[in-house]
């Protein structure tokens, strides 16, 4: 077994991305703990119960210690920095103003909706899952991060009306039909063209991160731009924990394209929670099918990434007019076919995102020798 200052220098490599200091370096690992049979429990202080990041030090934990001879499982667990340690950390850092509770403390579950290319319908989408999972009874925020292309205003019938701020100087996001939206649209002339650089959109989104209050959300859908560029890359950088519904058609060369997302989402670490495949079919007002963008292109997708086929939603002419009228048809006309398959896409969704996490609390000294200790999930004593 490697000794624990091995580990503790192994685990040098994790890096909190808020501060961008390593967690050796922030102090932030409470305790290291081995077991004969391999199994290592390593502790880490978060700066915030709700930590939006606690995913990224899970896995990034896990990764720096299963490298080293000898370690056949690594357990995290978390606890949360005393006001005592916290000044410390502070002093340490030269802040006089408080930590940073992190981008999103108080959202559940971030989404970013993301194609290869455009012209699939994402940001359709997008407002349309958005009022579905409202439906459903959850909190819900929309971020149009498509700077470029934004279109989500439009969709919400919002235009260009400009967010109060609040008295923490936090803007407040726009509301309608329930769900929370903030955009690009909302700072410049109705329909002008935003001509930015990688710099501007990096800053600009970060703004929409921290500086929005979003509150409390089950979830906040993130509306990417068509492609791979600087937004994802951004985004992936601002929000490690967020996951990705890649959306296509089911035109093969559209599919080939949306698998390009998907590389780009593996590159950043982001994990790729399902595909929709949209425009599949083409359903008259008399419910004759035409198979118009062909077929199959998104369950192909979906079985080649190994991930689960989250919906299909065809094509209608009220989907097409309720998008440019400024009301999501999930709302307005919920039994349209394609309606009712995106109220069962928002179905889907949740039934395979995370439960809500129990609030922290201070991880108790384990009182068992080490050499009784359990591997994770092992609760009834080994014969």
């Known amino acids: 077994m490697p000794s624990h200052d091995e580990i503790r ?3 040098e490599v994790v890096i909190d991305p808020e501060l961008h200091r390593s967690i050796v370096e922030l102090d932030m690992v409470r305790s290291i703990e081995t077991s004969p049979n391999g199994v290592v429990d390593v502790t880490v202080s978060l700066t915030t119960p709700g930590c939006p990041i606690k995913g990224h030090f899970q ?3 896990a990764d720096a210690v299963s490298k080293l001879e000898g370690v056949s499982h690594v357990n995290v667990f978390f606890d949360v920095l005393s006001d005592e340690q916290k000044a410390a950390l502070q002093q340490k850092l030269g802040r006089g103003g408080p930590l940073p509770a992190g981008a ?14 455009g012209g699939v319908g994402k940001s359709t989408l997008t407002a349309n899952l958005a009022a579905a999972l409202t439906a459903e009874g959850k909190r819900v925020g929309v971020l149009d991060a498509d700077v470029w292309g ?6 919400y019938g919002l235009g260009s009306t400009r967010p109060a701020v609040s008295a923490q100087r936090k803007i407040i996001p726009l509301e309608a039909h329930g769900v929370r939206v903030m955009s690009i649209g909302f700072f410049v002339e109705e329909d002008a063209a935003v001509v930015w650089r990688g710099p501007m959109l990096h800053k600009a989104l970060t703004q929409f991160l921290q500086d929005v209050e ?3 959300l089950d979830y906040l859908l993130v509306d990417l731009p068509p492609g791979t560029g600087d937004v994802s890359m951004t985004l992936a950088q601002l929000l490690p924990q967020a996951r990705f519904l890649i959306v296509t058609t089911p035109q ?4 080939k394209v949306a698998r390009r997302a998907a590389q780009m989402a593996e590159k950043v670490s982001l994990e790729i929670c399902g ?5 599949s079919g083409f ?3 008399g419910g004759e099918r035409f198979q118009i963008f062909g077929e199959g292109g998104g369950q192909e997708l979906a079985d080649e990434l190994d991930v689960p086929m989250l919906g299909k939603v065809p094509l209608t002419m009220p989907l097409r007019e309720q998008a440019d009228a400024g009301t999501p048809l999930a709302i307005e006309n919920p039994d349209d076919p394609a309606a009712q398959a995106i109220r069962q896409l928002a179905r889907g969704l949740v039934a395979i995102s995370p439960l809500p996490t129990l609030p922290l609390a201070e991880v108790a000294p384990v009182a068992a020798p080490a050499e009784d200790r359990k591997p994770v999930g092992m609760s009834l004593p080994m014969a």
Do not use: F, H
């Open 9 to 11: 220098k192994a685990l």
């Open 59 to 61: 896995t990034a934990v």
């Open 104 to 117: 999103l403390a108080q959202v559940a579950n971030v989404i970013c909706v993301g194609s290869g290319k």
């Open 150 to 155: 934004y279109s989500i205003p439009r969709m």
């Open 214 to 216: 979003w509150g409390a």
């Open 252 to 255: 093969p060369t559209a599919q």
């Open 275 to 279: 595909v929709v495949e949209n425009m």
């Open 283 to 285: 359903t008259t007002p």
